[in-house]
Structure formats: C-alpha cells, structure tokens
C-alpha cells in the first residue's frame, strides 16, 4: 500500500486503532480491516495482527461481527492497559503506591498521578476476569496521617527554581516571628520528610545553607538572577543529622528507654539512619540517635508520655520537662 508505516512502533498502531474503535464507525461505514488500513495508513494484514493481539492478550473487548464484517467496542470509554506487561508484584507495588499520595495533596499531584496511573493500568483483566487494581483497593490500603500541606502555587515556584536554577524570593514565617520575612534562596533539593515537604536553600543574605518548610513559604517569585549549586551538595549528609525537619550544627548523642508497652515503637519501626537498639530486662529497650538538633526528638519523646525515659543528654530531658510543665500551666498561651 502506497504510503503506509510498517515501521511504526506496535503500541503506537494499536492506540490508534483503539481510538477509531472507542469513536465508533461513522454513518454508513464498517470497522473493518481495509477500512481501518486505509484511514490509519496500515496495511490489512497488521491491522488484524493487532486486532488479535489486542482482544487476545491485552484482554481489550474487540468485537467481531461476522454479519457486517466489522469490529467495535461495546462501550466508547474502553481504557487502553499500557501496563500489560507489568508483573502481578509490579501492579500490586503501583496500587500500594498510588495510594501513598498523601503527601502530594495540595500540590496537585494526588490527582494527576491517580489519573496517571488509572490511564495507564485501569480496566485491566486478570486470568479471572477482573480488575487487580479494583480488588486491591478494597483489601490493601495507605494512611498517611498529618501529611504536610504545600500551596501549589509555593510547589510550582520552587520546582521551577530549582529545575532552572534560578534565584527564589518568597515570604516566610519562622516560627516565633510575629509575620512573616522576605528571603532570597538559592535552592538545592526538595524533599519530603516526616510527611511535610521541606527546601534545602542557601539564604543569600545570611549566607547559609538552611531547611525551609513549604508550608511557611508564601508570594513566591522566580526571579531572573541564576544560581550556582554546589556541585559536591550531599543532601543525604545534609538531612541525615535531623530526627524530622529541623537541623542543627554538631552531633547530640540521645539515649533513651522504653518500656515493655512502647518497645514496639522502636522494634516495628526505622526513625533514623543512626538508630541502635539494645534490649533489656523484662522486655524493656534503649534506643540512641545521633542527631545535631533536639527540637523534633523532643516532640516525639512527649509523643511517648510515661513509657519512655530520657537517659541523655541532660538538655533533652531538661527540654522534655519543660515542654511538660507548658503543658501543665498553659503559659505559652497569650489568649484568654
């Protein structure tokens, strides 16, 4: 056939096929073979290749009928399964994963890789006929409590910072401060730890490297002016001396012990790259932490209440008890 593509790629022919089939014959016309080939630029033979490959093995509901000699869809809304190839460990790894999209609420991500993935694997049938992804939503699922909360507007400028190299100016509310300061960034890396998205910048008039949380950023403007990243910037080194989000200078050795009811927090579970921990009588456990801040240690041994008990160092647990006694007294409460 004049002009046809035999090379075009197999993928690239069936989408187009499955679009005329989710179209539908126009008036007076039959889905068939040659005159698929004619309006795709295919010739016969790989048209009805592909058919049968379709109906076959990507499960796709290609009716024939042998009457009018013409295939079609039962419905115009046939999603096509790019991901047929995938193994039933791998579709089971994106379904746990699509659900783990917490963390990218309100920076339009949740949604768009939802539709993502729906586009990609959705309506897929398994050897008994139904959708995997359908099924494992109803018996597996992710919970991400206290997830952060990011403008998307603040999402967007700093990615396009980042990704350009730019200078970033923004608002930002440090804690303690009555209103929020102007800031010139130079940023380095996004990350999302402990469920909140944090940005590694360079103040540029402070010059020093700092931790910033999205959430406190606000009026954010790519500006014109480049920035030099550091080529020898180890993010991992960097973020790796924090229990969460907040960052110090030096190295804290924090000892600490858990009762028998609190030990599952430590044996069940990973906190920090430096995590030891050692078991004890009756069931009880130490766990240490090499950190260089205390501020997020702190909230998490509160987090713990009368099962956990601070061996060192003495300015944690002086900060454990005074975070105990506000508590108690109400004083950092300004309000009636």
Not at 18 to 24: K, N, P, R, S, T
Not at 77 to 105: C, K, T, W, Y
Not at 141 to 161: C, H, L, M, Q
Not at 276 to 289: C, H, I, K, L
Request: charged letters at 25%; glycine letters at 8%; hydrophobic letters at 40%.
């Amino acid at each position: 056939m004049p002009g046809h593509s035999p090379n075009r790629p197999a993928l690239a022919r069936m989408l187009e096929i499955h679009q005329v089939l989710c179209q539908g014959a126009g008036p007076g016309e039959r889905l068939n073979c040659t005159t698929l080939a004619k309006r795709l630029d295919f010739s016969p033979k790989t048209v009805h290749r592909d058919l049968t490959y379709m109906r076959e093995e990507l499960g796709l509901p290609v009716e024939y009928d042998a009457q009018e000699k013409s295939y079609s869809y039962p419905s115009p809304d046939v999603p096509f399964p790019a991901g047929h190839n995938l193994s039933q460990e791998e579709r089971i790894a994106l379904s746990v994963a699509r659900q783990a999209l917490a963390v990218f609420r309100g920076v339009n991500f949740a949604d768009q890789l939802a539709s993502a993935h729906d586009k990609l694997f959705g309506g897929m049938l398994t050897e008994h006929g139904l959708s995997l992804e359908g099924d494992l939503a109803e018996y597996l699922s992710v919970r991400t409590p206290g997830a952060g909360i990011a403008e998307p507007k603040v999402f967007r400028a700093v990615v396009t910072a980042l990704l350009q190299r730019r200078e970033l100016r923004a608002l930002y509310q440090a804690k303690g401060r009555p209103a929020p300061t102007p800031r010139r960034l130079a940023p380095y890396h996004l990350a999302c730890v402990d469920a909140r998205w944090v940005l590694v910048a360079r103040d540029l008039e402070k010059n020093a490297v700092q931790t910033y949380i999205l959430a406190r950023l606000s009026e954010p403007r790519v500006a014109a002016e480049t920035i030099q990243r550091p080529v020898k910037f180890d993010v991992a080194s960097h973020l790796g001396t924090a229990f969460g989000v907040w960052i110090g200078r030096g190295e804290i050795l924090v000892r600490l012990r858990l009762s028998a009811d609190a030990a599952h927090h430590v044996r069940e579970r990973h906190w920090h790259a430096t995590q030891q921990v050692t078991e004890r009588p009756a069931g009880e456990v130490e766990v240490s932490f090499k950190l260089s801040d205390l501020h997020d240690v702190t909230r998490w041994v509160l987090g713990c209440g009368g099962d956990c008990r601070v061996l060192e160092p003495a300015e944690l647990r002086d900060a454990v008890a005074a975070e105990a006694r506000a508590m108690l007294d109400g004083s950092r409460f300004r309000g009636a």
